[in-house]
């Protein structure tokens, strides 16, 4: 986030950055945007990579549950149904956190658990990584089919789906 700031022109120490992170990044991003008058969008495009959570489940219910996971930390936006936005396979809650973060849709990793959020993520023009249930049958293909979270990292480090 230092650099993104510098790049923005703005020299920030990491001891004003740092404890605003331990909110979320999404928190210290907004705060250090109002206090420099720079446009949020801004600052988030020149931070670069996101980890952007869209649920089904309500806000707080998920945050506790990537709090007990440890994950919280690691969240830069969330996005969910008391949001007020409608449930998957809409991909309302998609699309907004593209147009919240303008990432390229192509260029996202949706990693998702349900054949709905596959459609809703097609949808907003995303590509899917389904991490499946052994024996499952399933009606919809993503671009990638995980067995597990470990096996996600062998789809950072390629460019075609398995």
Not at 8 to 13: D, I, P, R, T
Not at 91 to 117: G, I, N, Q, S
Request: include cysteine.
């Amino acid at each position: 986030m230092q650099d993104a700031l510098a790049s923005l022109g703005h020299a920030v120490g990491l001891a004003e950055i740092i404890p605003l992170t331990r909110v979320t990044l999404g928190h210290a991003l907004q705060m250090l945007a109002a206090r420099l008058c720079v446009e949020e969008d801004a600052l988030w495009r020149a931070h670069g990579a996101l980890n952007l959570v869209v649920t089904h489940r309500d806000r707080e219910g998920a945050i506790a549950r990537l709090q007990a996971a440890g994950l919280w930390p690691l969240v830069d936006d969330l996005i969910g149904v008391s949001d007020g936005y409608p449930r998957k396979p809409d991909p309302a809650m998609f699309l907004v956190a593209l147009r919240h973060h303008a990432p390229k849709p192509a260029a996202c990793l949706t990693v998702v658990d349900r054949e709905l959020d596959v459609r809703a993520a097609h949808a907003a023009g995303m590509p899917a990584d389904l991490l499946i249930t052994p024996d499952a049958e399933l009606a919809v293909k993503a671009e990638f089919m995980l067995p597990d979270l470990p096996a996600l990292l062998g789809v950072l480090n390629t460019d075609s789906p398995t």
